[in-house]
């Protein structure tokens, strides 16, 4: 339900700056994004995945876990990647009052601005549930939220074989935002395979970037 509705929003009432599904600016490009990290035995073989193959993404990363790897964030964003804010300890947003959910953006944001000198404008609600308020308190923070156009489903801990046929048989298209997840191997077996065959379509692996 929320897909259709939220696509409903993005198309008749909500500029991306605001609210942000897919970003169809720049052809043949793609957007992968990866939620639920840093976790360092992961990340970083993820990181290596993608500069091998000189591609590019969003790591949406918890405060928590920021905090027991910054030097990983530091990496990231050295490496060109964009960094952007999935909350500090993962709740569900919809069961929070306004005051705790700009808690968890916040202490995440700083803990960001801390490590690389750079305010954040990007945050994507754990488990994509959005709600107006939301919306509303990410405009006054002046952060644009980000949900996902493809979705791999790797939370399934399918095999990798599954996700890569997904994307197969139902290919991506120019401007989608891929959600993945930096916390299991799974997105870098699924993505060993899955970067280099859309690359030989012609698209370009890109990160969000900062307005």
Avoid at 102 to 110: D, L, R, V, W
Avoid at 155 to 183: C, M, W
């Amino acid at each position: 339900m929320f897909s259709k509705i939220s696509y409903f929003i993005r198309s008749t009432l909500l500029p991306n700056r605001l609210f942000l599904i897919n970003d169809n600016k720049t052809p043949k490009s793609l957007y992968l994004t990866f939620d639920d990290g840093p976790v360092a035995s992961i990340t970083e073989d993820l990181l290596d995945l993608l500069k091998k193959n000189n591609a590019f993404a969003t790591f949406f990363v918890l405060g928590s876990r920021v905090s027991q790897s910054p030097e990983l964030l530091k990496k990231i964003h050295q490496q060109k990647h964009t960094l952007a804010n999935h909350s500090y300890t993962h709740p569900n947003f919809t069961l929070l009052s306004s005051e705790a959910r700009i808690e968890q953006i916040t202490k995440t944001n700083q803990l960001i601005k801390d490590l690389t000198h750079q305010h954040c404008q990007f945050f994507r609600a754990p488990q994509g549930r959005w709600s107006f308020k939301l919306l509303i308190e990410l405009f006054r923070l002046k952060m644009t939220a980000v949900h996902w156009s493809r979705d791999s489903m790797d939370y399934l801990k399918e095999p990798a074989e599954t996700i890569i046929n997904r994307f197969i048989e139902q290919p991506v298209s120019s401007g989608d935002i891929i959600l993945f997840h930096d916390d299991d191997t799974r997105c870098i077996k699924a993505l060993d395979t899955l970067i280099p065959h859309w690359q030989s379509q012609g698209f370009t692996l890109k990160a969000l970037e900062h307005k």
